[in-house]
């Protein structure tokens, strides 16, 4: 195995199947410095929340089990990484059909959380994954992930950069914080850097005042709708998600793929698609520090 990255509590690190060849990611959480921290409901919340979505925008995690020490999540690997190292490594704007894509795998994804009444509160670039040759972009990381119950959420949480101006405020806050993420985040595919810069006191008064700027010329006027109608200081006033799917960018940003894929179909024939296998998992809701839980496969 090698590591892909670590966390407060654990590494990521690339594993493989030796029955089958099936490559993984493993997510390894030392239970010692979850409960240092106490953080063992968030943690909880994080890997049922996981196993809970099934969305093509959305990773995967494929089982969960944990031992004494550990808890373990074998998810999908991300054979293109991440979408921060995808823009470091272009150093420059992305163009808008590749920013276009990013942005709207990533609302369709967040769009399906929403559906479920949980917001995902720490969206970022390093948190949507690449996968395959068409660079499609799953949401990962349910770490600050949160169940949209009745009561008041005020927890601060998240990166500074993408914060929305009610958390920074200490204001109750839903998933309207995921709204104002992408802006943040398609803001900074198109310009290639964030919206709101500077020092820690010029950059949190700025996010508070919406105090952004969109160069004149540097994007067409679709993109530039949607960031005005999502970096909005009220989060009850953002454009909607069923808004955002229904853009006109959106829609002629999937015609296009439509018309290549027909296209690519055309030139080399029907394939036979494998059919999907169904799998249940039994888990164990609690995460103790001593006792081992496993999962099993049906």
């Known amino acids: 195995m090698c590591e892909l990255g670590a966390g407060s509590f654990g590494v990521v690190q690339k594993c493989v199947n030796s029955t089958n060849g099936g490559v993984y990611a493993m997510k390894t959480i030392e239970k010692a410095r979850v409960i240092e921290k106490d953080m063992g409901e968030q943690v909880k919340r994080e890997v049922l929340t996981q196993l809970k979505v099934k969305h093509k925008n959305l990773v995967r995690l494929h089982y969960y089990f944990e031992d004494a020490a550990r808890i373990y999540c074998l998810l999908e690997f991300a054979d293109q990484g991440q979408l921060f190292a995808y823009l470091k490594a272009e150093k420059r704007p992305l163009p808008e059909p590749r920013a276009a894509s990013f942005f709207f795998d990533t609302a369709r994804g967040i769009d399906y959380l929403h559906s479920l009444r949980v917001a995902h509160r720490d969206l970022k670039p390093e948190n949507v994954l690449l996968f395959g040759d068409e660079l499609l972009a799953k949401v990962g990381d349910f770490g600050w992930c949160v169940e949209l119950t009745d009561g008041p959420r005020l927890t601060f949480c998240g990166t500074l950069e993408y914060v929305s101006p009610e958390m920074l405020c200490g204001e109750p806050h839903d998933e309207a914080v995921d709204l104002w993420a992408l802006g943040v985040l398609l803001y900074e595919m198109l310009l290639s850097h964030a919206p709101f810069l500077g020092s820690k006191k010029d950059l949190m008064d700025k996010i508070c005042d919406v105090d952004f700027h969109i160069p004149k010329g540097s994007m067409s006027p679709g993109p ?64 103790h520090r001593h006792r081992g839980r496993h999962v099993q496969e049906n």
């Open 224 to 287: 530039e709708e949607l960031i005005r109608g999502l970096l909005v200081r009220s989060g009850s006033c953002r454009m909607p998600l069923k808004r955002i799917l229904e853009h006109e960018w959106y829609l002629s940003v999937c015609y296009a793929q439509d018309a290549l894929a027909a296209r690519t179909e055309l030139a080399v024939g029907d394939q036979p698609r494998p059919k999907a296998r169904s799998r249940k998992i039994r888990i164990s809701t609690s995460l």
